[in-house]
């Protein structure tokens, strides 16, 4: 499936960055930053931009002179265009002499602004996703295997020491699950997955910092579905899918909870733009009839079995069943096993704490690091060596603090 064409936009101006996303949106994705230059250079090794527009008009902050040259200097191949107004006429000569490839001017029709994006995309290096936030999907082949518990000590353990950067996707059934493992305080303006969606065209970095509930401990950021479920019937699957990939470029890590999530074609929706899907079963023979039955009904929406990796919740060595058997019945390569903590977890809980962070030596603590540096290595081989250098400094944050 072909990567969609990614905007970083630098714009101080709400009035511009609309009539920009008006304009384009509905073809491209767009990314509104407005802060220091550190944090439009941690937002271009986020986003992986195609292309960067550059906002001219007289406005408080960062010369857009400087930030047009620095970003030449961090991603020389980077395409960079101007916006503004043409009457300013200061302005379109600043912005001629540092380098754009053209100029957008904010009385042009839709039209003729679509038409020079187009034109500056057309010969701009294909996008990727190398920079894009990280996604981790946990399943559940049936209710009541630990999943939503797994979804959130790994979403607990990757945010700690880095407040900002995971997102937990809070869409287990039943509704609300991840927010009674991580209670957080009622927030004025936290909003909804539904209400993100139907805001998407408006979204950016500000958004992003205040638009979630956070947990007080750990600092991650919670998405949850509306209490009303038929509110889902009316966001359009395409807004849907933009949000999930526009929300990558603003949190290194997104943890996905889809235990008991009953729209098959919503999860293979989101199992497409994963890097990492976990499906949870028991360690049983309904385990087995349960997860071939998911595994079967998403293959035939093009979700391969090659794409999951098996997690046994939970594990007792004394049973004859062994998860190798199990994942050799699903036709899964990889398999990690969970243990018994069932009393530590409950204990956990009832404090409202995350087992992980409360206590990082409990043997499911441990069980969930083996399989987050199991995860850690197999991206970085995926990178490939060249690559993987550069990202080896923010994926030591999962593990060293």
């Known amino acids: ?41 941690q ?36 395409p960079v265009i101007a916006m503004g107004t043409k009457s300013e006429t200061d302005a379109v000569v600043r912005a001629l002499r540092s380098g754009v490839r053209d100029f957008l001017d904010t ?54 020491g880095s407040k900002e950067e995971t997102l937990l996707l809070d869409f287990g059934l039943p509704l609300g699950d991840g927010l009674i493992h991580l209670p957080c305080d009622e927030k004025q303006g936290a909003m909804n997955f539904v209400e993100c969606v139907r805001n998407v ?40 899918l933009k949000f999930l990939n526009l929300i990558k470029s ?18 293979a929706n989101l199992l497409r733009s994963a890097d990492k899907i976990l499906l949870v079963t028991p360690q049983s023979v309904p385990g087995i009839v349960t997860g071939a039955e998911l595994i079967k009904s998403l293959n035939d929406k093009g979700i391969a079995a090659s794409a999951f990796d098996l997690v046994i919740s939970p594990h007792h060595k004394e049973t ?21 903590r069932n009393q530590a977890l409950v204990n956990a809980v009832n404090e409202g ?22 995860i850690h290595q197999q991206r970085k081989e995926k990178l490939g060596a060249e690559q993987g250098g550069s990202l080896t400094t923010t994926l030591k944050k999962w593990f060293v603090r």
């Open 1 to 41: 499936m072909q990567s969609i064409a990614r905007i970083l936009v630098i714009s101080g101006s709400d009035p511009h960055w609309l009539w920009l996303s008006d304009a384009v949106g509905e073809r491209y994705m767009l990314v509104r930053e407005t802060g220091t230059f550190s944090e439009i250079a």
């Open 320 to 340: 004859a069943l062994t998860p190798e058997a199990i994942a050799q019945k699903l036709s899964i390569e990889r398999v990690y096993t969970l243990p018994d």
């Open 43 to 78: 937002r271009v090794g986020l986003v992986s931009p195609t292309l960067a527009v550059v906002d001219f008009s007289p406005q408080a902050g960062v010369d857009p002179a400087l930030i047009v040259r620095e970003l030449s200097e961090i991603s020389p191949d980077l």
């Open 201 to 240: 065209r408006r979204f950016d970095a500000t958004l992003a910092k205040t638009a979630f509930r956070r947990h007080s401990e750990t600092g991650m950021a919670l998405l949850s579905l509306p209490r009303n479920l038929t509110e889902l019937r009316d966001v359009p699957a395409t807004d849907a």
């Open 107 to 160: 009385s042009t029709s839709p039209g003729e602004v679509l038409k020079i994006v187009s034109e500056v995309l057309d010969k701009a290096p294909a996008p990727t996703d190398d920079g894009k936030g990280h996604v981790i999907v946990v399943l559940g082949a049936r209710q009541g295997v630990g999943a939503t518990t797994l979804a959130v000590n790994i979403a607990s353990r990757l945010s700690k």
């Open 353 to 374: 704490r995350v087992l992980s962070t409360l206590d990082p030596k409990d043997p499911y603590s441990k069980a969930v690091e083996k399989l987050l540096s199991s």
């Open 250 to 267: 603003f949190f290194e890590n997104i943890v996905i909870d889809l235990c008991g999530f009953s729209n098959l074609e919503f999860v």
